[in-house]
Nanobody, 119 residues
Framework: QVQLVESGGGLVQPGGSLRLSCAAS????????MGWYRQVPGKQRESVAG???????NYADSVKGRFTISRDNGKNTVYLQMNSLKPEDTAVYYC?????????????WGQGTQVTVSS
């Protein structure tokens, strides 16, 4: 059983920073692409940032220059450093990973962590 567990969300003032973490655990061979998504009530989940196994990163236009995605393959963990946060960044943030298991490559989601940007 593969699990993704997120941490690091919370309440922060506009202009502040937060760092999200997502660790994969369980039985698997390797982790391919990893990414962060976010969702607000009434809207579709949207991609925020992604990173390949060889650390090529991509970002949504709305977060370029403010957010940085990284990964530690030894810890099976992906991070999202969020700086200069804005109220419109408020959402539930989910991590996603494409993981190679005995039954093939499968996508997994974390449980989500709330990020609230408010004064």
């Amino acid at each position: 059983q593969v699990q993704l567990v997120e941490s690091g969300g919370g309440l922060v003032q506009p202009g502040g920073s937060l760092r999200l973490s997502c660790a994969a655990s369980g039985s698997f061979f390797s982790i391919n692409a990893m990414g962060w998504y976010r969702q607000v009530p009434g809207k579709q989940r949207e991609s925020v940032a992604g990173i390949t196994s060889d650390t090529n990163a991509n970002y949504a236009d709305s977060v370029k220059g403010r957010f940085t995605i990284s990964r530690d393959n030894g810890k099976n963990t992906v991070y999202l450093q969020m700086n200069s946060l804005k109220p419109e960044d408020t959402a539930v943030y989910y991590c996603n990973a494409l993981i190679a298991t005995v039954i093939g490559n499968r996508g997994y989601w974390g449980q989500g962590t709330q990020v609230t940007v408010s004064s």
